[in-house]
């Protein structure tokens, strides 16, 4: 089975710096997508992010970009350029890409206080 | 932007009544799922439905869950008999592509 982990239960940032969360995973599979999910206090689940494992190239959403490094099963999350409305929960995220699985697998979260 | 509609968005039951979590997918959308957070913990699945049955199912997802898609509009998850530990905030997702999911805001359930 997959598993996500994410080792910074929190993290805090000034705003307008940039910080980078971290998340790894570990699979078997050659072909799957990860994901980065906001939550915020309304607890609604947000898509930040979004990476397909064929793609060497690094996803980048604005102000939001990952390092994807699929030998080392890890993918982080970069904000720039923070904002008082980035400091949420944020989960990383794995999915197969195999017709016998579409489950999401989450990690177990980082919360992220941006300080003014 | 198309939304994942769930109601009610609390809801308080005595342990041991069932309750009826209930979502409406987006419409296009082929894929439907329940996950639970249970509050401070990470998010889990419990079960996807595809095709009008279930396509997969966590261990969570025992005798006592169920899940249906009556009308072809409404995807509901019924807990049969509450239990304390069914605390948790339930979120319904649907998608269309392999990516695209939408989550919808929550059902906080509280079981007293």
């Known amino acids: 089975a997959q598993t996500v982990t994410q080792s910074q239960p929190e993290m805090s940032v000034q705003e307008a710096e940039t910080v980078t969360l971290s998340c790894t995973y570990d699979?078997?599979?050659?072909?799957?997508?990860l994901f980065w999910y906001k939550q915020p206090p309304s607890r609604q689940m947000i898509l930040v992010i979004r990476?397909?494992?064929?793609?060497?190239q690094n996803a980048t959403e604005n102000r939001f970009s990952v390092n994807f490094q699929k030998a080392a099963k890890s993918f982080s999350l970069k904000i720039s350029d923070s904002q008082l409305g980035d400091a949420a929960m944020y989960f990383c995220?794995?999915?197969?890409?195999?017709?016998?699985?579409?489950?999401?697998?989450f990690g177990e979260g980082t919360q992220l206080t941006v300080n003014p | 932007e198309p939304e994942v509609t769930q109601t009610p968005s609390h809801q308080v039951t005595q342990m041991g009544q069932e309750v009826i979590l209930r979502c409406v997918p987006i419409s296009n959308h082929l894929y439907f799922y329940w996950y639970r957070q249970i509050l401070g913990q990470k998010v889990e699945f419990l079960v996807s439905?595809?095709?009008?049955?279930?396509?997969?199912k966590s261990e969570i997802f025992d005798d006592q869950f169920s899940v249906e898609r009556p009308d072809g509009s409404n995807f509901t998850l019924k807990i049969r008999s509450t239990k304390l530990e069914d605390s948790a905030m339930y979120f319904c997702a649907s998608r269309f592509r392999p990516y695209g999911y939408t989550f919808g805001s929550g059902t906080r359930l509280t079981v007293v």
């Open positions: 439905f595809y095709n009008n049955e279930i396509s997969e």
């Open positions: 995220a794995y999915r197969s890409a195999g017709a016998s699985g579409s489950r999401l697998t």
């Open positions: 699979t078997s599979e050659s072909d799957y997508y």
């Open positions: 990476q397909e494992a064929y793609k060497q």
